[in-house]
């Protein structure tokens, strides 16, 4: 099995900064790309950033210049650095990682529970 956990969420005003942690746990050979997506009440779940295994990043436009992915290969562990935070980024915050759970094994889909951001003065 494997799980995803996800951290770092909560309430921040606007011009903010918070930082966005999930961990993957159980039995993985290895993770290819990383992502996090967002969700805001009665819209779809968009794509906000993405890593590679060998470290490309690629962003939504309206995250450019303000979230950082990045991560911990030792850890298992994808992060998202948030700045400038403006109420419009409000939404409910999902990881989402390729992985291999053995050497001949296919890549799979796995998801985070997700975690709540709220900007608001």
């Known amino acids: 099995q494997v799980q995803l956990v996800e951290s770092g969420g909560g309430l921040v005003q606007p011009g903010g900064s918070l930082r966005l942690s999930c961990a993957a746990s159980?039995?993985?050979?290895?993770?290819?790309?990383m992502r996090w997506y967002r969700q805001a009440p009665g819209e779809e779940r968009d794509l906000v950033a993405v890593i590679s295994s060998d470290g490309n990043t690629d962003y939504q436009d309206s995250v450019k210049g303000r979230f950082t992915i990045s991560r911990d290969n030792a850890k298992n562990t994808v992060y998202l650095q948030m700045n400038s935070l403006i109420p419009e980024d409000t939404a409910v915050y999902y990881c989402?990682?390729?992985?291999?759970?053995?050497?001949?094994?296919?890549?799979?889909?796995?998801w985070g529970q997700g975690t709540q951001v709220t900007v608001s003065s």
């Open positions: 989402n990682m390729n992985i291999r759970r053995s050497p001949l094994g296919i890549f799979d889909a796995y």
């Open positions: 159980g039995n993985i050979f290895s993770i290819g790309s």
